[in-house]
């Protein structure tokens, strides 16, 4: 099996991690990037997940709390980075750096720091899992 037909199938099976803690939320796609750039397919290439964070904003009525259906998710600005997990990577695995991002990036959000937080995680891989 080529490397292209292994990323392929992993694309298929994947889930790709949503996880939340209060009002910050994490989420993991694979929207067509590589190692240098958009993906490419060549066999040195390898496809690489990105990441988004997410923060719960009013709708309608201020004063209303966090859980009222006029509460939707919005982008947080400068939350959206390519990471250097390959889409390959396991589920769980994919889940646990999810969650390693949400710490980090509700932290990020409170003390106005989401840009430098999110390009130090850009370079987030497997290595960063506690042992």
């Known amino acids: 099996m080529t490397n292209n037909e292994k990323y392929y199938k992993a694309m298929d099976e994947m889930v790709e991690p949503d996880v939340s803690i209060g009002d910050i939320r994490v989420t993991f796609e694979y929207v ?25 904003e009013y709708v309608d009525e201020p004063n209303i709390g966090t859980e009222h259906p006029d509460w939707e998710w ?16 396991p589920n769980d695995v994919l889940n646990e750096m999810a969650l390693i991002i949400l710490d980090r990036m509700i932290e990020a959000i409170e003390n106005d720091d989401v840009r430098g937080t999110g390009e130090e995680l850009s370079w987030i891989d497997e290595t960063w899992l506690k042992v």
Do not use: A, H, N, Q
């Open 32 to 56: 067509g990037e590589g190692l240098s750039g958009d993906y490419t397919g060549e066999e040195d290439d390898v496809p690489l997940m990105r990441f988004y964070t997410w923060k719960k």
């Open 74 to 89: 919005g982008e947080v600005e400068d939350g959206s980075y390519c990471t250097r997990i390959p889409v390959d990577t």
